[in-house]
């Protein structure tokens, strides 16, 4: 057991290698959700997902293909979709959605958004992206109503990482405390506050992908086996940390 400081509570919680936690249902689905602004690399983030969970063993695996609706320049048109099934609890699922980052598609983006368990914000860390990343983030903000992090995990991913010229965790971490979308550590949702991964989605140096999501349906699970479909905090958190000692 461990004493529950806020330096090695956020180290337990951030470690990566922390597998998703034991599901006690007969049948349980979780609904995640990348939400970015155009020509972020939405699609190819799910694609590397996709391939990395086919070829490799991972705790998680597609059950079927992705499903795609685009645009003749390759630009979502609607929504790419994935199912993919834990590989060591076969009765969980994961239903992963993105959606088109056109403004027009707003509304779109607010109906895919109603029953999500977890957020990936894709950030397109190019300088020159900077300010329509924050006007996305605040959509976000608007369309979840002040569910992020306390009913609903937020994971941020810094993606083109391997292009010139981009932001870094400390200049997003900035905008999410302009937000109030990261708490100090006094705060008892500190514990919970959105890693943020540095990132590129394409397969050939994909970096980052895999364990976003991985953290992602790991809090989604907490939150829902720990905290009732809230953030796990107090005792609730106490809980946690006596059955999963090594989380």
Not at 22 to 29: E, G, M, Q, V
Not at 43 to 65: A, C, M, Q, S, W
Not at 179 to 203: H, M
Request: charged share 25%; proline share 4%.
């Amino acid at each position: 057991m461990f004493g529950l400081t806020a330096g090695n509570v956020m180290m337990l919680l951030n470690a990566s290698d922390t597998p998703i936690p034991h599901i006690p249902f007969t049948l349980f689905t979780f609904r995640l959700l990348w939400i970015l602004r155009k020509k972020s690399g939405k699609t190819t983030v799910v694609d590397t997902l996709y391939r990395l969970t086919k070829d490799e063993e991972k705790d998680i695996e597609p059950t079927g293909n992705l499903t795609k609706i685009a645009m003749a320049s390759g630009s979502t048109l609607y929504f790419d979709r994935g199912i993919f099934q834990s590989t060591k609890q076969r009765k969980v699922y994961y239903h992963v959605y993105t959606v088109a980052g056109q403004s027009r598609f707003s509304p779109l983006r607010k109906k895919i958004f109603k029953g999500t368990d977890g957020v990936i914000f894709v950030v397109d860390s190019q300088t020159h992206f900077f300010e329509d990343n924050i006007e996305s983030l605040k959509e976000l903000k608007n369309i979840t109503r002040g569910q992020l992090i306390r009913e609903i995990p937020l994971i941020v991913m810094i993606n083109k990482q391997d292009l010139g010229e981009v932001i870094d965790e400390e200049d997003f971490k900035q905008v999410l405390k302009d937000e109030k979308l990261w708490f100090e550590p006094d705060d008892e949702l500190y514990i919970w506050n959105p890693i943020i991964y540095k990132t590129c989605a394409l397969y050939e140096k994909q970096n980052g992908i895999y364990r976003s999501f991985s953290e992602c349906a790991r809090r989604t699970g907490l939150y829902q086996i720990y905290g009732n479909g809230k953030a796990p905090v107090g005792d609730n958190f106490l809980k946690i940390s006596k059955e999963i000692p090594d989380i």
